[in-house]
């Protein structure tokens, strides 16, 4: 009798088991209709988080760059001009935040190339203006990649004195030629 009783419960703990073994983790859909709920009036809920999308910088055709100062904010053209003092090249502090955006921007769209144009006052030999241009222009470089810009991005060039972006003499006029212009392409 022992024996038959022990089969028994065996028998009953393999049921067990087997039924255990199919039941679902995962809940049935109910496929099931409500017809108590009018249907023109029932809005449907979007529960997918939403983004907002910022659109990607534009160039414009002076070789400038447009942003997006953020969802509803509007957009702004990047100041592309960089002075330097008398016989400096050194990138001015009140130049950094400008050239961060720039250099977000290039970080963010690879694809986007810069021409880096290195200009000095009329002060100087024509050589040595040259290369306190191109010295100028590295400088802007050297900033931007240190902020995520990649070399390969940025092309340098130095124009020296030979192309001033105001004509005369003085040091208000000077001021204003002594500069990194920065231009945008692809």
């Known amino acids: 009798m022992g024996t038959s009783r022990n089969r028994g419960l065996l028998a009953l703990i393999a049921a067990g088991l087997i039924l255990v073994g199919c039941a679902s983790t995962t809940p049935e859909e109910d496929t099931s209709t409500d017809t108590s709920l009018d249907t023109d009036t029932v809005e449907t809920v979007d ?3 939403q983004v907002p ?9 002076d070789d400038k760059v447009v942003i997006s100062k953020g ?18 090249a050194i990138v001015k502090r009140s130049g950094h935040m400008e050239l961060d955006k720039h250099a977000k921007v290039l970080k963010e769209n690879r694809g986007f190339r810069v021409r880096l144009e290195g200009h000095a006052d009329a002060r100087g030999t024509r050589e040595y203006n040259l290369a306190l241009g191109e010295r100028r222009a590295n400088a802007i470089r050297a900033y931007l990649t240190a902020e995520g810009a990649s070399r390969s991005q940025i092309e340098v060039i130095s124009y020296g004195e030979e192309k001033p972006a105001v004509s005369g003499t003085g040091e208000s006029v000077w001021a204003q030629n002594r500069r990194v212009a920065i231009k945008y392409g692809n």
């Open 71 to 88: 969802p509803g904010m509007g957009t702004e053209t990047l100041d592309g001009v960089f002075y330097f003092d008398f016989d400096q």
């Open 53 to 61: 999308v910022e659109p990607d910088p534009t160039i414009t055709s």
């Open 47 to 49: 529960r997918t988080p």
